[in-house]
């Protein structure tokens, strides 16, 4: 009587974990057209939207939901990657022809790589706007991401963590983004090559939409 519910248990787990990154994959995609507004160089831009979105109520409910986003989807991924492991408490070899196959035995590596990025990322940015990290002396207010974004990218080492964090990021949607399509069901034969090419690209143009940031603070701005 235990197997079927720890069964439903186990898909319910992969179902949150799914939703939750597509989830998180919907907000990639608005915060790099926001974060590409620093490519103006004059800043205006990328601080009139920053205004904006820290003005809107509803904003501010969503990143609320946002931490939960990330929060659920770290959370859950660390329990499938258990019951997974459980699963096959005896390692042995199979031949793994297909690239999900190869890439999801790295999804746990790569999103704690990416969880140290962000935790990083977090404290340099977002939560000096909260009041949890200091105010760097070169901001205005705690509103000023122009300014620390130009300071932060123009140091090599901090602009090349940031580079090689998106490469791992890149790995870990290339396959979430399938992933999470399988285990919502859509996956029949007919479209899901479809599906594989348009996660290859989105893992593709977010990677690079970020990663040009720095670069162009590092060498043209």
């Known amino acids: 009587m235990k197997r ?21 994959m919907l907000f990639l995609c608005f915060h790099l ?4 507004l620093m490519l ?62 190869y890439f999801s035995k790295f999804m746990i590596h790569t999103g704690l790589i990416i969880l140290a990025f962000l ?14 990290a200091p105010l760097p002396e070169y901001a205005a207010d705690k509103h000023d991401f122009f300014s620390m974004a130009v300071v932060k990218f123009q140091e090599p080492i901090y602009s090349l963590i940031y580079i090689v964090s998106f490469v791992f990021l890149a790995f870990h949607l290339n396959h979430a983004f399938q992933s999470a399509f399988q285990t919502i069901g859509l996956n029949h034969n007919r479209y899901f090559p479809a599906i594989k090419v348009i996660g290859t690209l989105y893992a593709l143009i977010i990677s690079i939409g970020f990663g040009i940031i720095p670069v162009y603070f590092l060498f043209f701005y």
């Open 119 to 132: 935790i990083i990322h977090l404290n340099n940015f977002f939560f000096v706007k909260l009041g949890w």
């Open 40 to 101: 103006r160089g004059d800043g205006e831009s990328f601080q009139r939207a920053v205004e904006f979105l820290s003005a809107n109520p509803l904003i501010k409910i969503m990143e609320y939901v946002l931490f939960a986003g990330f929060i659920i989807h770290i959370l859950f991924g660390v329990i499938v990657w258990i019951n997974n492991n459980k699963a096959r408490p005896v390692k042995y070899y199979v031949a793994q022809n297909s690239e999900t196959s």
């Open 4 to 24: 079927p519910i720890l069964k439903l248990s186990s898909i319910s787990h992969k179902y949150i974990v799914a939703l939750a990154g597509l989830f998180l």
């Open 33 to 36: 057209f926001t974060n590409l």
